[in-house]
DNA sequence: CCACATTTAGTTGTGCACAACTCAATCGTG
DNA sequence: CACGATTGAGTTGTGCACAACTAAATGTGG
């Protein structure tokens, strides 16, 4: 085993992606506990404030995340009274999902999330964006790229 | 809503960070499935080639994982006969979880991802180190930061 | 109009993450 | 030594992620 050893874990890039993300996860908990949201509840929280009813295939689409994911995590919101799915009169494939009265109200006290979370990371707004941009760069670029084992 | 809102999807750091992690994930998956490795075991397996026999407890603070995350991935690890587990005659309280014949096979295999997994970020040396020092760093700052519902 | 392909949600099964808990082994202090 | 506190691993329960699948609604070419 060398310093150079390119198994070493604290050379992995992936690792520090994997960890910042479950690091900063944590950070978001005790804010998201108070309002009774998990992670990944208040994603869908965010995209439903921004842009009102959503079908799931677009909430997909915005998140990332497939209907697998989607369906049970939108049935909990709804039993937790955030918000109601009902199928579309024009396509009675898509179902739409918008925010009850409850899930509305609790925009308000969300509002101050993101710049409570954007403190405790420690940088300042350029450092923010540059990250942002160095990510979704990533994100798209290795979005495009389908590996197969044959390339070991 | 505003082009400003703080609550937009597209400004906040945090998803661009949940959003990448995923997608490097799912980079790593192909080459893995041929290993027999996910991506946890796979960080598993690194620490455990490169320091050789080590505690729960260690594996625990090298990945930041904890027991309720480790336990049943290691018995999937050992069922898989890629680690053997046994009670240190020193210390009863404490297991030590080592490589089998099998599992110190496969780094050879594993020898070629994480180059393979650099170029498909499609950054270069510097990019790399870089990103891995603003997410390290990242990864302190928050750590150390107890947030509280207070704060809103 | 009809057979077949496509689209959209949902379901099932596996494997993390993580909080909260249990239990046994060990440590520390009087 | 006694005994309460601490440590280390494991268990239980909840909620993502994601692959693979099902089923219903819609689109489409002949």
Redesign the interface.
Known sequence: ?TRT?????D??????????????????R??L??LGLT?PQY?VM??L??HGPTTVKDLGE???LDSGTLSPLLKRLESAGMVLRRRRATDERSVEVDVTEKGAAL?T??????????C????DAA??TE??R??????E???E?Q???D??
Request: net charge positive; aromatic share 8%.
């Open positions: 085993m050893d390119e198994l070493q874990l050379r992995q890039v992936c690792f520090a992606l994997y960890s910042a993300s479950r690091a900063v996860t944590q950070l978001y005790p804010l506990d108070a992670y994603l965010l995209v404030w921004e915005a998140l990332e925009r006290r969300a509002a101050g999330v993101p710049r409570t979370i954007a405790a990371t420690g940088l450092g923010l990250l942002r160095i990510l979704t760069t990533l994100t670029t290795v979005g790229t590996l197969t084992a390339v070991l």
